[in-house]
């Protein structure tokens, strides 16, 4: 039985504080590169925002409407508008301190009952809240902060001029997009049966794994920027033609409409340009193994290309602490990444469920087909 616990709701009151925080301060950037006449930075860092928030909020509403067609469906249109106006996020977040303060501060001591019964059913409904919030999370990550990321990067290296708070904002976004992986990894855990929760130490290694082989992808593609930001920005949309052609011959079946699941697929074809993302209840060693080897061949290629296409660049401290970090990040993500893959991975795969059982008049019961039961852990 999946427990939502006090730490879980903390964590869950700290999300929300990042997320408003997150927009205030993609705001503040805006208007700074505007006050110093930089518009075209500010146009793609509110292109960047606005398509993720557009595309969150389209997934957020389709799973309200598949959540609540049997029930509540005189309340879709208020969640509409909601969702129209941006702010469909603060819905579910609102339903997550609704749920997780019921579970983690008032159904503790009542194990023991089933499922359907209201304290163990109240759980379910808020590691299930959760759950779509950190899914919700992840296409935000890929589809806002790494392109923002790649801009603040271009900037750095175009312009010549940093300073710390540059660096710190680098960073930063290279941990939020592995917290983000990470956070999404164990909540997929407590929503799917016969899986065990992450503990300590391969939580760590799968931040590592995450953390390493994303930041040793954009800094390869940051290097190939400085060759050419056409090859880059060419480069990266055969990643993704290749990562949606995969998807759809998976044949992928996370949404209920055909038009969701094409948008479904996009988002993961994009994910996958930068991170490995399973999306079916498969075994994975043979298509992870194939993926970090491209990118290992590309990232390698990268660097050798500036030192023979661009020699003028090498002498250069920022090139050879950047080269070196690539590499460096390469070698020791591959290794968390085996390490986690070969201890730590779960054994068994996912079974699917006849169906979840539910209780009568609860706003946010799960759908009987399940969003999650068609993955596997990472």
């Not at 030192?307 to 401290?317: E, G, L, N, R, Y």
């Not at 893959?341 to 609860?362: I, N, T």
Request: hydrophobic fraction near 45%; charged fraction near 15%.
């Amino acid at each position: 039985m999946m427990k939502f616990t006090k730490q879980n709701f903390m964590f869950l009151v700290g999300g929300i504080i990042i997320y408003v925080g997150d927009i205030g301060l993609d705001f503040w950037v805006v208007g700074k590169y505007f006050c110093q006449g930089q518009y075209s930075w500010s146009v793609l860092i509110l292109g960047f925002r606005g398509l993720s928030s557009v595309i969150t909020q389209i997934f957020s509403y389709e799973w309200f409407k598949n959540d609540w067609e049997d029930t509540h469906t005189g309340q879709l249109k208020w969640i509409f508008l909601v969702h129209l106006f941006q702010c469909g996020i603060f819905i579910r977040y609102w339903f997550a301190l609704k749920y997780g303060c019921q579970a983690a501060f008032k159904q503790n001591g009542m194990g023991g009952a089933s499922e359907t019964d209201p304290p163990n059913f109240i759980q379910k409904l808020a590691v299930d809240v959760v759950t779509d919030i950190s899914m919700l999370r992840v296409f935000k990550t890929f589809l806002e902060t790494v392109p923002q990321l790649f801009v603040q990067i271009y900037i750095l290296v175009e312009h010549g001029k940093n300073n710390i708070c540059q660096y710190a904002a680098i960073v930063m976004s290279f941990c939020g997009i592995s917290i983000s992986m990470v956070d999404y990894q164990v909540s997929l855990r407590k929503s799917l049966p016969d899986t065990d929760e992450l503990g300590l130490l391969p939580k760590s290694l799968y931040l590592f794994y995450k953390l390493l082989t994303i930041t040793s992808w954009i800094l390869s593609i940051s290097l190939m920027a400085l060759l050419s930001v056409g090859s880059s920005v060419t480069l990266l949309a055969f990643l993704w033609i290749c990562g949606f052609s995969w998807v759809l011959k998976q044949h992928t079946t996370f949404c209920k409409s055909k038009k969701m699941e094409y948008l479904y697929r996009t988002v993961v074809g994009i994910i996958l340009m930068f991170s490995f993302f399973n999306i079916k209840g498969r075994k994975t060693k043979v298509s992870i193994s194939i993926y970090y080897a491209a990118h290992a061949v590309v990232t390698l290629g990268a660097v050798c290309a500036c030192v023979f296409w661009k020699p003028s660049v090498v002498k250069d401290i920022p090139f050879t602490a950047v080269s070196i970090l690539t590499v460096l990040s390469l070698l020791l993500g591959l290794l968390f990444l085996v390490v986690y893959y070969r201890h730590f991975h779960p054994s068994a795969h996912c079974r699917p469920q006849e169906g979840l059982d539910e209780v009568d008049g609860e706003p946010l019961r799960r759908a009987e087909t399940g969003r999650f039961r068609n993955f596997i852990i990472q």
